[in-house]
């Protein structure tokens, strides 16, 4: 069974702190990662993806890479209220019919004002 | 970017009636689509794949019988929940692989069902 584990949180941060938020993964054949957010009852909205180790910047996000300990994260700096929301983590997987997405629970972040 | 039309948006039925939701893929052609199923507080759970012109392909524990999945063309794929029940109320979503490997996704908007 392939898993992607998240701490369903709440997370909940100062305004204008950085957000910390977790994943790992069960299978060693994923090779596309992603974040993405969510506010209740409606579809997920990406926030970034990663396929090399490393770190990924894109503006007040970094997405952190690390293949060998099937982990990735999602650093957001300078947090807003709006970015509170349900961050889920996502990893590909290929099954019989094609490439997949398995999701994890999702991280609630709450960020105060 | 893509753009996947779902719809309806949210829908209230009796229960054991049938409904049916609709996915259509906008300014691209999807030959496979995602189903999948979000209770409260819990994951996107993939339910099923539909490919153009062949059979579904369903996850292990998915009714294949209960949760009719038509993928009849390239920019229209269906799922028909037969015989609703209570239990089956929940946010249903599509999704349409990208176009980098197959790795990005397109969702719809969701559907929130609620079986009464």
């Known amino acids: 069974q392939k898993e992607v584990e998240q701490n369903s949180g709440p997370l909940s941060v100062p305004e204008g702190a950085i957000a910390s938020l977790n994943c790992t993964y069960s299978d060693r054949g994923s090779q596309s990662f992603f974040w993405y957010r969510q506010y209740s009852g409606k579809s997920p909205e990406l926030i970034m993806f990663?396929?090399?180790?490393g770190d990924k910047e894109d503006g007040r996000f970094t997405a952190q890479l690390n293949k060998a300990s099937q982990y990735v994260s999602l650093l957001i700096r300078d947090s807003q209220p709006s970015d509170s929301a349900t961050y889920l983590c996502?990893?590909?997987?290929?099954?019989?019919?094609?490439?997949?997405?398995?999701f994890g629970k999702g991280t609630t972040l709450s960020v105060s004002s | 970017g893509a753009v996947v039309s779902q719809h309806p948006s949210r829908v209230i039925c009796k229960s054991g009636t049938s409904v049916k939701i609709e996915c259509r893929s906008l300014?691209?052609?999807?030959?496979?689509m995602f189903w999948y199923r979000q209770f409260p507080k819990q994951s996107l759970m993939l339910m099923a794949t539909?490919?153009?012109?062949?059979?579904?392909?369903?996850e292990q524990g998915v009714e294949k019988d209960k949760f009719l999945i038509n993928h009849a063309s390239l920019t229209l794929s269906t799922l028909t929940v037969t015989s609703a029940h209570p239990e089956d109320s929940s946010f249903y979503i599509c999704?349409?692989?990208?176009?980098?490997?197959?790795?990005?996704?397109?969702f719809g908007q969701g559907t929130r069902l609620t079986v009464v």
């Open positions: 300014d691209f052609q999807a030959t496979t």
């Open positions: 999704s349409a692989p990208g176009y980098v490997g197959n790795t990005e996704a397109f």
């Open positions: 539909s490919n153009e012109g062949s059979k579904a392909t369903y």
């Open positions: 996502a990893v590909n997987s290929i099954n019989q019919a094609g490439t997949a997405l398995i």
């Open positions: 990663i396929y090399s180790n």
